[in-house]
């Protein structure tokens, strides 16, 4: 695991300056603390860092083919690299290596932007080829792996692991793109492909990009999507021992490795269920680690040690101070852009917990939005069968002024918080939905923004987002249409992004199982009765694992990875909150309506309204503002700040 940074001049062959790279690299040493290297040429730099983890006394980065016209940067792990090299040695290849790494090459060379089609694993990397005058980047095809660029006003290319490389260029323009912010207070993340800035991009999941020295436009390609092909026939219990035994044979390639390896066990279905894989195909005790909170309520390490005994784990826990203020500036550092998900904070101590004894850990993300595990799943199906039964001009004016009418209910259960559900049958399924995973709505949003901020926008909306891959989704029916919305915006934008940057600030790989390619290829093309079964969602997956697992693991209420966060904000937050809200920092932006921002405050710590989510969302943009965007000349952050 490891981090890659790379120039390349478009116009041109100009000297790259070393010094801007070797700053841009450093700034990623967390990635990749066991080495350093920078290779340039006229016109081209590749930087890197690396976290030693396959054939750990060579491979090191930037790696060369055998005449040294092709060189790469790489990030991520190719499982299927043994394989691949047996075949481009049998087609006349030569290797001086045996880590994964000079595969790439190697394929390029074979079968040029095609060789992703091939590779099996999380990556993300960078490849110049000097004879054919090409800069390739590449990303995996779920997004595991995260990889950023952009595009200099002297028409210099540059890409990085992270987006902090990228602000350290002197000629990076840190102007804040106004769509983003939008889009950031309705999911509480940037969704790929836009960053936070407008001169730089995510690469998009199983995606690539190619440059030649000319074009001052680079050419994106899709090469893979999640198919949803269905099984011609496949009974209930054929599905459920096939799953066996893909998942075992997954959980296998991602055990491959020369350092400590073990896992995170939470005690939920996915975690254990990988654990219990992995016991079974290693030949000494997993490592195993958990934290715990005070709370009750928040707590989930006596099921984790349920799963760990079961196994004779070598488990540790910690339990974690839930009063874990520190962490708020740092995690606005952390992820270079506004990040709005509190679990980062128990995700970030977990990482470091897990660091002490081992280099790699396996996790069980990926399960919910592959096998339908989120409760929210079961309320779309409902709420487009509800849909379904009336035409959309009847249903707008109808539900849309019981929504209106009937009071907000944030303390009572969601089934009697009818409010919402009037407000989603209002709208389109794909509405519905965006309304029912929005942090901040629709109505919240025209009031927490600027008149100014409003017309800066330009009439976009937030839902476009979900729109844009709805258009592109290969099947119709519900379930599948959010699973594919979720796996290509909540999972990569959020969950993935969460793991990457918690995992590497301690160096530590995380590897995920469950969303290997072709076992999600595979789990897509099961029936939607399998995923999601009355109201029991991973249906398959559960009834799978009963030999391997307690009903008490299986099918007990999820909990999450979640923190007390209405309480913190009337409580030891209170005055933090206050200070960051009605501070200098927001109100200089021009962005916010002061006002609403007094209100929101005022209402939930009386205890009126619960805005915890929304309230945290703003504390981290405040946060990213002051740590990632300092001031850096004299005057107003007002004249120093730019949105677009």
Known sequence: MCG????????????????????????????GPDEGELYTEPGVGFGHRRLSIMDVSSGQQPLFNEDGSVVVVFNGEIYNFQELAKELIALGHTFRTHCDTEVIVHAWEEWGEYCV??????????????????????????????????????GTFIFASELKALLAHPDFIREMDAHAIEDYFAYGYVPEPKTIFRQALKLSPAHTLKLSTGQSMPRLRQYWDIPFTPHASISMQEAQEELIVRLRESVKIHLMT???????????????????????????????CSISFGDPAFNESQYAQKVADRYHTQHDVEQVNQ???????????LYDEPFADSSAMPTYRVCELARKRVTVALSGDGGDENLA?????????YEDRMRSMLPLGFRKPLFGLLGSLY????????????????????????????????????????????????????????????????????????????????????????????????????????????????????????PVSFKLHGHEGK??????????????????????????????????????????????????????????????????????????????????????????????????????????
């Open 4 to 31: 890659i940074v790379g120039l390349f001049d478009t116009r041109g062959k100009s000297e790259i300056d070393r010094r801007i790279l070797w700053r841009m690299n450093q700034l990623q040493i967390h990635r």
């Open 323 to 333: 009063d874990d203020f520190e962490l708020i500036d740092k995690l606005a550092s």
């Open 258 to 288: 020369e350092v400590p390896l073990g896992a995170f066990l939470s005690g939920g279905v996915d975690s254990s269920a990988v654990v219990a894989m992995m016991a079974n195909l290693m030949g000494e005790p997993v490592n195993t």
């Open 373 to 381: 595990g989120y409760r929210r799943y079961r309320w779309h199906l």
């Open 539 to 644: 249906y398959v997956f559960k009834k799978a694992l009963e030999p391997y697992l307690p009903n008490d693991i299986l099918y007990r209420d999820k909990m999450g990875f979640s923190v007390p966060l209405a309480s913190w904000f009337r409580g030891p937050l209170r005055q933090k909150l206050n200070d960051a809200l009605m501070g200098p920092v927001l109100a200089d932006t021009g962005i916010f309506n002061q006002a609403f921002l007094r209100e929101m405050l005022d209402q939930h710590q009386s205890g009126r309204r619960d805005y915890s989510a929304p309230l945290w969302t703003l504390l981290m943009f405040e946060s990213f503002l002051r740590n990632v965007l300092p001031m850096e000349h004299s005057g107003s952050r007002k004249n120093d700040l730019k949105v677009a």
């Open 117 to 154: 089609d091939r590779f099996r694993g999380m990556f993300a990397f960078g490849l110049w080829d000097r004879n054919q005058d090409t800069l390739f980047l590449a990303r995996d095809r779920l997004g595991i792996k995260p990889l950023y660029y952009g595009m200099l006003g002297d």
């Open 407 to 526: 009071p907000k209910a944030d303390w009572a259960p969601k089934v009697l918080r009818a409010k919402s559900t009037f407000e989603a049958l209002a709208r389109d399924s794909v509405e519905g939905y965006f309304h029912s995973v929005s942090i901040m709505k629709d109505k919240m949003r025209q009031r927490l923004f600027s008149p100014s901020f409003s017309r800066s926008l330009q009439g976009y909306q937030a839902v476009e987002v979900l729109r844009m891959h709805a258009d592109k989704c290969p099947v119709d029916d519900a379930l599948s249409r959010v699973q594919y919305l979720d796996m290509k915006t909540y999972l990569v934008g959020d969950i993935l992004t969460k793991v990457d940057r918690a995992s590497m600030a301690h160096a530590l790989e995380v590897r995920v199982p469950l969303l290997d390619h072709k076992l999600v290829e595979w789990i897509s093309g099961l």
